[in-house]
């Protein structure tokens, strides 16, 4: 039987991204495992805007990311439950490569993280995340559809 201490499952706020929390939660509970939360946004809690200006681009782009930080650790908290070792862990840049950078230094045993089901054109268009962890991550991952 694998030894799984810290399960990484990386949030963006998305349907999608929740559903891996629950098979999340089954293993860390199997395991006793931790799970890391993990939130990669393009702009820091530094690019804040500190008035209240309000503006067209999507909240995670402009205005305050640690509010929207903290909505998305709190919608994710809620869904699991409450005897499981939780940790949040919010950075700043390209996910995928944030991704596995943290997941190299912090020595995760697994990550878990749900898929936007790209199609073919949008996913090579736009790169797809979770292929991305899939491919070049160093240890085991599982999608979540």
Known sequence: MPNIQQIVVPINGTAESFKALS??????????????????????????????????????????????????????????PANIDISTHHL??????????????????????GCRKLNLFSSILNGSTSRQILEKSTCPVIIVK
């Open 23 to 80: 098979l999340a939660s089954d293993l860390a509970k199997i395991y006793q495992a931790q799970i890391c939360l993990l939130l990669v946004t393009y702009f820091s809690t530094e690019t804040d805007d500190k008035s209240t200006y309000s503006s067209w681009l999507a909240t995670p782009l402009t205005g305050s990311v640690s509010r929207y930080a903290e909505s998305v650790f709190l919608r994710a908290k809620d869904l699991l």
């Open 92 to 113: 700043s840049g390209q996910p995928a490569s944030k991704i596995l950078e943290f997941t190299k230094a912090h020595n995760t045993d697994l990550i878990i993280m």
